[in-house]
């Protein structure tokens, strides 16, 4: 089994000093493209609505994760409240969106309370720790890995994001994160401005995806199936959306790598606010999944995520 980055990094010191740097961001805050510029060290909210503590809506052992992260115990997943993107057809909208996050059962949790979290999914066999949302919340993460490495952690670090990403965060995280695995979301300005009211979205998505390449390089898979180092690529496909989507495969095949671990997923349903937008109200159909395999194909990219097979062949059959 690889090490995982963090521990090195705890023990060089390079933690130490990515959690004095991070903090610092936090007094003016332009942790995410936002750049809101509050003083969240003095509870000020910005757009992400959390402050100084990161929150949690759940945490528990996952298995419906890529089968890479799942195992035989379940991939660590930490669910934070808030989000700096907020796509209006978010299937976490509950939790993530200002306007109900607070209604949501959030639990506000320091350093040490994050780290304990961290060491119960292990201790419950987990095979990483899962952060989804994390890219508000990056300063509380690092300040939380010097307590869960005194508790043992040990098993690999998963940055699961929504690709909104600064390469200026991204940068603390360097050597100590393991695995990133973004959503690559929007390739138009248009729809990400529509959809998220971020317009710089395809391209702060370019560049972080280019940063966390650099940093973690492809996905290393064990022995055992398990991932274990590098990056893992998840695109939604929407409805309609098939430009899109093969403007990102595109990119991912000549600007990431041909062996990029991508996960094409099609079980976009309408959520959240969706139903304020006429296009988005429809699930995606068998014929649009099918292409944008075909496309990813084509272009390369032969490390397609194949974990429902069942899936799959009832798509190719049901022509
Ligand atoms: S992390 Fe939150 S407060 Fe900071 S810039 Fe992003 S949205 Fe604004």
Redesign the pocket.
């Known amino acids: 089994m690889t090490t995982s980055s963090y521990l090195a990094a705890a023990r060089s010191g390079l933690l130490a000093e990515r959690i004095e740097a991070s903090r610092r961001l936090l007094a003016d ?4 493209p ?3 510029k ?1 003083d ?1 060290l003095q509870g000020q909210l ?3 609505r ?1 402050g100084v503590k990161a929150e949690i809506a759940s945490y528990g052992p996952h298995f419906g994760e890529e089968a890479v992260l799942v195992g035989e115990h379940g991939s660590g997943t930490i669910f934070f409240c808030g989000c ?1 993107l907020l796509c209006v057809f978010c299937q976490n909208y509950d939790i993530s969106h200002p306007d109900h996050m607070h209604e949501s059962g959030c639990l506000a949790v320091d350093d040490r309370q994050l780290a304990e979290v961290m060491v119960e999914l292990q201790a419950q066999g987990c095979h990483n720790i899962n952060l989804v949302t994390p890219s ?1 919340v990056v300063p509380q993460i690092l300040a939380a890995l010097p307590f869960a490495v005194a508790g043992g952690l040990r098993v690999p670090l998963i940055y699961n994001s929504s690709g909104y990403d600064s390469v200026a965060a991204l940068s603390l995280l360097d050597g100590i994160v393991d695995i990133y695995m973004p959503d690559c979301k929007f390739w138009s300005a248009d729809s990400a401005r529509r959809y998220a009211k971020a317009a710089d979205y395809p391209e702060v998505a370019r560049m972080a995806l280019q940063e966390m390449q650099r940093q973690v390089g492809d996905l290393q898979i064990n022995g055992q199936g398990l991932a274990e180092h590098g990056l893992l690529v998840r695109h939604l496909l929407m409805p309609g959306g098939g430009a899109e989507t093969d403007g990102i495969l595109r990119f991912l095949a000549e600007q990431i790598s041909v062996n990029c671990y991508v996960n094409i997923m099609d079980q976009y349903r309408p959520c959240g606010r969706a139903d304020a937008f006429v296009e988005l109200g429809s699930a995606v159909s068998a014929k649009e999944y099918r292409q944008a395999m075909q496309r990813a194909e084509a272009y390369g990219l032969t490390r397609l995520d194949r974990r429902d097979l069942a899936r799959l062949l009832h798509h190719v059959l049901d022509k």
């Open positions: 805050c332009s942790l995410c936002r750049r809101c509050v969240r910005g757009l992400c959390t700096s508000h």
